[in-house]
């Protein structure tokens, strides 16, 4: 090949990778905890460019300041309170800011070694590490009863004001099994009863799990053990 070519070859790679560098270093920063994922957090392939992930995609459509390459993130509540992977935990959750409340130049929020993916449905953290110490004033989450159970267990929980609650079942390693509820509940004390069953009906083994109920973006998990 001549050199000439070679010259042209390398300065095609370099000018088609500038519109990817950029993207990098001003998108990522303007997302919670983003330098932990980088590129990955908005495209199916970990160097950007390229198809987007559901979060990208989400991003993309309602979160952007202007349409196009031009436009900055809109970090905020709605943003963080969307499951947009469908992997049962919000934005915010996985990016350790689940109230959307961090703002761009910030020290980044939680801890970061728990941030997770939430383009990737396979990339969730593990229920018991979620949390928010900001907890709504209007939700209390009770402890279930009994516990130990078999082969039944109660989870109730208290608002004294109406929200959408999202009632999840893990088992021990984190792996979804059932979910009891996603809906509105008026104010008031509530509770579900779980029969030890996951989501196709069929009964789980002895062991311990975890019910997280989710309220207006905030998480709260609780263990319990199933004895047979």
Same mark, same amino acid.
């Given at each position: 090949?001549? /050199?000439?070519?070679?010259?042209?070859?390398?300065? =095609?790679?370099? *000018?088609?990778?500038?519109?990817?560098?950029?993207?990098?270093?001003?998108?990522? =920063?303007?997302?919670? +905890? &983003? !330098?932990?994922? %980088?590129?990955?957090?908005?495209?199916?392939?970990?160097? &950007?460019?390229?198809?987007?992930?559901?979060?990208?995609?989400?991003?993309?459509?309602?979160?952007?300041?202007?349409?196009?390459?031009?436009?900055?993130?809109?970090?905020?509540?709605?943003? @963080? @309170? *969307?499951?947009? %992977?469908? %992997?049962?935990?919000?934005?915010?959750?996985?990016?350790?800011?689940?109230? &959307?409340?961090?703002?761009?130049?910030?020290?980044?929020?939680?801890?970061?070694?728990?941030?997770?993916?939430?383009?990737?449905?396979?990339?969730?953290?593990?229920?018991?590490?979620?949390?928010?110490?900001?907890?709504? *004033? $209007?939700?209390?989450?009770?402890?279930? #009863?009994?516990?130990?159970? +078999?082969?039944?267990?109660?989870?109730?929980?208290? *608002?004294?004001?109406? =929200?959408?609650? /999202?009632? %999840?079942? $893990?088992?021990?390693?984190? @792996?979804?099994?059932?979910?009891? @509820?996603?809906?509105? $509940?008026?104010? &008031? !004390?509530?509770?579900?009863?779980?029969?030890?069953?996951?989501?196709?009906? /069929?009964?789980?083994?002895?062991?311990? #799990? $975890? #019910?997280?109920?989710?309220?207006?973006? #905030?998480?709260?998990?609780?263990?319990?053990?199933?004895?047979?």
């Amino acid at each position: 090949m001549k /050199r000439s070519s070679i010259l042209f070859t390398i300065t =095609a790679i370099m *000018l088609f990778s500038i519109p990817f560098l950029v993207g990098r270093s001003f998108r990522v =920063a303007q997302l919670p +905890n &983003g !330098n932990q994922i %980088d590129c990955a957090m908005c495209h199916v392939s970990q160097f &950007g460019g390229g198809p987007k992930n559901a979060f990208g995609q989400e991003v993309e459509a309602n979160f952007l300041t202007a349409p196009g390459s031009a436009g900055q993130v809109v970090w905020n509540a709605q943003l @963080a @309170a *969307l499951d947009s %992977d469908g %992997d049962g935990f919000t934005n915010g959750e996985e990016l350790q800011d689940p109230d &959307g409340t961090w703002t761009a130049g910030s020290p980044a929020p939680g801890d970061p070694t728990l941030v997770t993916n939430p383009g990737d449905p396979d990339d969730k953290p593990n229920p018991t590490s979620v949390h928010n110490l900001h907890s709504p *004033l $209007y939700f209390e989450l009770h402890n279930n #009863y009994p516990n130990p159970f +078999n082969p039944s267990t109660n989870i109730s929980f208290s *608002l004294t004001e109406g =929200a959408n609650v /999202r009632v %999840d079942i $893990y088992n021990s390693i984190g @792996a979804l099994v059932s979910s009891l @509820a996603n809906e509105y $509940y008026n104010p &008031g !004390n509530h509770s579900l009863k779980w029969n030890a069953t996951d989501n196709s009906g /069929r009964k789980l083994e002895s062991g311990v #799990y $975890y #019910y997280r109920v989710s309220v207006d973006g #905030y998480a709260e998990t609780k263990q319990m053990v199933l004895l047979k």
